[in-house]
């Protein structure tokens, strides 16, 4: 009779196993129906590195591991002796820059002033040969007369030389004139020509100075780069530098974690998007914070599987082919419903459970 009452017993717990297996297997058949999940995704956030704009010697740290900080927070600086020898260097060369364009136009001014007193004089010059050519077309007649009446005896030879005598002194002096018309002339040509060098002088000096401008703003702005500022509101990452390290353009120390806001990246086999589509609700379950459920929205699919951004991706075309399941990351943002406070506790790499509703 004991050996029945084990049986009885036995069937009785076999019977309650197989009702509440076949429950949960059917209440997850038909969850399901409607949903897909996944356990590999993970929290992100924006991580904004820091990283120097100019190379040197970290004078001061303002902040330590883990700080919380403002937009235009300053996180530390770098010498700056260098750099305000750069700017002092830098304006000094526009001074000179500056002189050379003022000696530049003083130049054109000048020449410009010749130019005006070489017109006079050319101006100065046509006029009086053009008085002189009257003076000698007056003698010549004279002299012509003269040369008649001389050859008719009617005058004296010295009165016929003295007529000779101012034709001559008329061809002179208007010969003279026109040389000295001519030197007036090539005078004022060069003084042009100098002038033309000055202009082009002139050019070259406002070229430099612009430059010599560019090359000072160049010297101000990397002074300011000595100054690194917090660009969010955010918390520190590991602070790996210390005062006197020397740090280099491009050179990665350290994030700034954007803690407002959040999303996740799930990883879905290729076997369960067919009927995931962008603006379907999400339930997320964090690790960290398994009492408290977060709600999402799916924003956007991946362009490609994650293995084909890997450093290595592979190469199916080579070597023996064995198929696997791929998975493609798929994001999930976090809907504004969810409690901020909650938000800002989430710290990315979290683990977190995903469950899509399909519906």
Known sequence: MEKKKSNKKFIIIFATFILVGGTYGAFKYIHSLSHEGTDDAQIEKNMNPIIPKVSGYVSKVYIKDNDFVKKGDTLFTIDTRDYQLKVEDANAALAAAEGSFEVAKADIGSAMASISVSDANVQSASGNIESAKIRLNQVTNDYNRYSNLYKNHTITKQQYEQ??????EAENQVR????QQKASSYQKSAIVA?????????EVAAANIKRAKAQLDAAKLNLTYTVITAAIDGQVSKIDIQPGQLVQPGQSLFYIINNTTAWVIANFKETQLDKMVIGQKVTLKVDAYPNYDFEGTITSFSPATGSKFS???????TGNFVKTIQRLPVKISLNTSNDTEKIKLLRPGMNVEVDVHLD
């Open 311 to 317: 450093l290595l991706p592979p190469d199916n075309a």
């Open 194 to 202: 100098k002038s033309n060098v000055s202009n082009k002088q002139t």
């Open 163 to 168: 007529a000779l005598t101012a034709k001559q």
């Open 176 to 179: 003279i004139l026109q040389q």
